[in-house]
């Protein structure tokens, strides 16, 4: 069974410019999460979908960043325009719908903002 | 506000040594906790959790921690670290109730592991 898988790996874009990170989740798995991780710091939650629908945005810095998850499926998170601080690791998790499911994590998507 | 500290940035020890990394948190409520590695170029694999019960937790790969809520502490241990163990650890706690598993994280803790 394929896990959750990010694309790309690596990103290098100048300031000013947008970006778009995809998150493959695993098969069957209504929830989605977004989550960051600036250099050196904790793990930050970004947001939330239950299949097509955010459930929670709390974490997101700004409204240069946008979150879609088109009919259920994969999700984008969308930066733009990119600054500096966005630089960071965004990891991707997915888990089942249920008490006590585990939540399984991408290899993430280094960005870095020069 | 739930918060998790990992106080250790950074350990180094010997192949075959015993291990044992910190966590304390903070949290209004019973939490779920967790303890996850990354190891390079690979995403977060949980180690082991705990959500109710026995207090000390087996996990993976030979891990377990032990959940003290006196102390709001649930520290991760091994008896004999393989130089494989070398990576980056993360605690994390998330609300006990309901499907939504928002997890606050620690700042982690790199592993380093000399032969």
């Known amino acids: 069974e394929a896990g959750v898988t990010q694309f790309p790996s690596h990103s290098v874009i100048e300031k000013g410019q947008t970006v778009t990170l995809r998150c493959d989740p695993i098969?069957?798995?209504?929830?989605l999460y977004w989550y960051r991780r600036v250099m050196g710091k904790e793990i930050k939650f970004l947001l939330h979908?239950?299949?097509?629908?955010?459930?929670?945005e709390s974490g997101m810095p700004n409204n240069r960043f946008l979150a879609e998850r088109t009919g259920g499926t994969y999700s984008t998170l969308k930066v733009q325009p990119a600054e500096l601080e966005d630089s960071g690791v965004y990891f991707c998790?997915?888990?089942?719908?249920?008490?006590?499911?585990?939540?399984?994590f991408g290899q993430g998507t280094r960005l870095t903002v020069v | 506000a739930q918060s998790v500290t990992q106080p250790d940035i950074h350990i180094t020890v010997s192949e075959g040594a015993s291990l044992e990394l910190r966590c304390n948190y903070s949290?209004?409520?019973?939490?779920?906790l967790f303890w996850y590695v990354q190891s390079p170029g690979q995403g977060l694999q949980l180690l082991l959790k705990y959500f109710s019960g026995d207090t000390l937790v087996q996990g993976i790969k030979g891990f377990e921690a032990e959940f003290k809520r006196s102390q709001s502490s649930f520290n991760l241990r091994k008896p004999s670290v393989h130089w494989s163990d070398a990576a980056e650890y993360f605690c994390a706690v998330g609300p006990l109730s309901g499907s939504a598993r928002q997890l606050t994280f620690g700042s982690g803790t790199q592993l380093t592991v000399l032969p």
């Open positions: 998790a997915s888990s089942q719908v249920g008490q006590n499911t585990e939540a399984f």
């Open positions: 098969s069957g798995h209504d929830n």
């Open positions: 949290y209004g409520a019973t939490p779920y």
């Open positions: 979908f239950v299949k097509e629908s955010k459930q929670d």
